[in-house]
């Protein structure tokens, strides 16, 4: 079979000849399987699969194989396709991995700021809770219930002077409460 020319080894190779493929293989999977690994950036496990490939496919078409040019041409064409998918195929193994990687670090983010920023809103109600009666009113009403000052006077029957009182009285609490907080939380 070595003195077989390239043409003839493809005409017993038609046939289903077991040495004709042999002889295939070993005169042409050491090329093909440099063109691969220099390709690939000597990825030597991926050169490897894809000129085996190249073999599979070869024997599995071999009854309807229909060469336009040399078999080296065919072989040669048959691994540039082969690189060009598995580049292709790691690209977006790539990009899936980092859009992946991105999504779980933005969402650990998330919920740790949610984590923290529930942690606020419950210590900013404790806080409020512990202001004296009327300041924690006044602050409700302004905070939570959106009621101006003016409306807040009207509504508790108290001067203007005193819901701001009572508003500067509560937010001065409630900062050292929460500076305090944030310190020990960060």
Not at 163 to 168: F, I, K, T
Not at 171 to 180: D, E, M, P
Request: with cysteine.
């Amino acid at each position: 079979m070595q003195n077989l020319d390239d043409d003839r080894l493809v005409g017993l190779l038609q046939t289903g000849s077991d040495a004709a493929f042999t002889e295939i293989y070993h005169r042409y999977w050491n090329r093909l399987f440099s063109v691969a690994a220099h390709k690939l950036n000597y990825d030597l496990k991926l050169a490897e699969e894809l000129t085996q490939d190249i073999f599979l496919d070869l024997w599995q078409r071999r009854e309807t194989l229909a060469l336009r040019s040399s078999l080296s041409l065919y072989l040669a064409a048959a691994m540039k396709y082969k690189v060009i998918d598995a580049r292709l195929k790691k690209k977006r193994i790539k990009e899936y991995a980092d859009k992946i990687a991105s999504q779980t670090i933005d969402s650990d983010t998330s919920t740790e700021k949610q984590l923290s920023f529930e942690e606020l809103r419950h210590q900013l109600t404790a806080l409020v809770s512990h202001l004296p009666g009327k300041c924690q009113l006044v602050y409700k009403l302004s905070r939570e219930a959106g009621y101006s000052q003016k409306e807040i006077a009207r509504h508790l029957s108290i001067s203007e002077k005193t819901v701001e009182s009572h508003l500067s009285r509560a937010i001065k609490a409630l900062r050292l409460g929460l500076k305090n907080f944030l310190t020990h939380l960060f």
